[in-house]
């Protein structure tokens, strides 16, 4: 019997492999359910004059650099049977997680403890 099918890691800016990263891929692997490790970015305004000079969005930049780094820890952790999904959301980090969590459908939410 599967107790997990859908299974959310919420990275909350860690950089690192972290015990509760290597809980969810173990719960994950041993309940063949998928895992998707999210993180969320802050909104951060572009100045007006480094958008319109070099065109670019620090917002987005931040994003991908975080997917980056996220992507980098999953496949570091995966498997040869299994698959690491990543996300980057952009908002306040609690608020948004919630909304990930009601969106879709997942069975349990791990997080790693702050100190």
Do not use: W
């Amino acid at each position: 019997m599967q107790r997990f099918k859908n299974i959310l890691f919420f990275a909350d800016g860690s950089e690192e492999i972290t015990p509760a990263l290597q809980r969810a891929v173990q719960l994950a692997e041993s309940n063949q359910a998928r895992l998707i490790v999210v993180d969320v970015i802050e909104p951060v305004k572009t100045p007006a004059e480094v958008s319109s000079r070099f065109d670019i969005d620090l917002c987005e930049l931040l994003k991908e650099h975080r997917k980056q780094v996220l992507e980098t820890l999953s496949q570091s952790m995966e498997k040869t049977d299994s698959v690491i999904y990543t996300r980057v959301l952009s908002g306040i980090p609690i608020a948004e997680v919630i909304k990930f969590v009601q969106s879709g459908d997942f069975d349990l939410l791990i997080k790693m403890a702050r100190p």
